[in-house]
C-alpha cells in the first residue's frame, strides 16, 4: 500500500509569523506559531495521517549552522521511517535556497523532503501559508517522488536550483531557466521533468559520522564569506577577511562573474595566502558560464550563497 504519513518539521519563519493586524504584511514576527497551528489553519488537512514537530522558530534570516545540523540529523533519522512517504520542513522564504541546496547535498532523500514558506503571515487577510503548505504535503506523498525540493506558490521548484528573486510579491521564487518540476493544478500534480536526483557531497558521509557519534556540535565549520563586486570597489573587505582568518571566500561579481580589478587584486592575495576563492555572479539568474584562462575558479550555475554551502562543503570535507 502506498505510504501516505507525513511528517511535518517546523523551524519557523514568516509562514509561522503573527501580526498585529490582518493587514500588516511587515511589521510581523516570524516563527511564532507551532507546525500544529500551521496545520490546524489549513482544513483540508484535517484527520490526514500527519504528524508535526517545531525544531526552531527562527526568523531565517538568523538560520545558523547549528539548526541546520540539527535538521539534517532529525532528516536523516526521519528518512529511515520507511512507513513515511515523505516529510514536509516548514521555513523562511530569506534563506531557504541556502538550507534546500545544504540539504539537496548533504541528505540521502530517498522519500521527498519538500520546503515550504509564505511570504505573508500566518494572520494576514489572505496568507498563501495554508496553501502552500497543503501543496507541500501533496507533494510529499506523490508516489514516485523523492529528493529535495520546494513546494511554493502552486509550483515545485528542485532545492539545488532554487532562488529568492523577490522582496514582497508573493511569487517570489524562480529556477530560471531550469523551470519547475511540477505544477500543482486543482490539487492535482502535473510534472513536467524528474525529481532531483542527489549527487551527495563528501562532506555528508562527515556529516553523517559526526551524527552517529554524538559529536556535531564539535565539527569545525570553515569560515566562509561573500563579497560583492560594485562600482568603486577595491580590496579593503578581503584583506579585513584574511586577517579575520577567513578560509573561503566567494566574489559575487558583476554580470557573468566579472570582478573589479582592485577587488580582483585583493582576492588574489587571500588565493596566494592559502584561501579558497570562487566566483558567482551577483545577478538573480544565469550563474557564470564558462571560465576565462586568467579568471577566479567558479561553480558555474550556483548563486552567491549556495556558491557559499558548496565551499563551505568542500572545506568542512577537507578539514
Ligand atoms: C524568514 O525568512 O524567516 C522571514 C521572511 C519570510 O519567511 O518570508
New binding site residues.
Partial sequence: MQASRVVIVGT??????VAGRADDLVDYR??TLDAADLVAAVPTLAGQPLETETLAR??????DHATWLALHARLVALMQRAELAGVVVT??????EETAYFLHRTLAAPRPVVLT????PATALSPDGPRNLADAVAVARTPGAGGVVVAFGGRVLAGHEVR?VHGFALD?FSTGDAGPIAVSEQGALRLLRGWPQAPLHAAATRLSAAHAAGAAAALPWPRVDIVTSHAGADGRVIDALLAAGAQGIVVAGTGNGSVHAALDAAARRALAAGVRVVRASRCQLGGVVGERADALPSYGVLTAAQARVELLLDLLAAA
Fill in positions: 519557523g519563519g514568516t509562514i509561522a509569523g516570524a516563527g527562527l526568523d531565517s534570516s538568523d538560520m521555513h523562511g522564504t530569506d534563506t531557504l514558506a509564505a511570504m505573508r529568492k517570489a
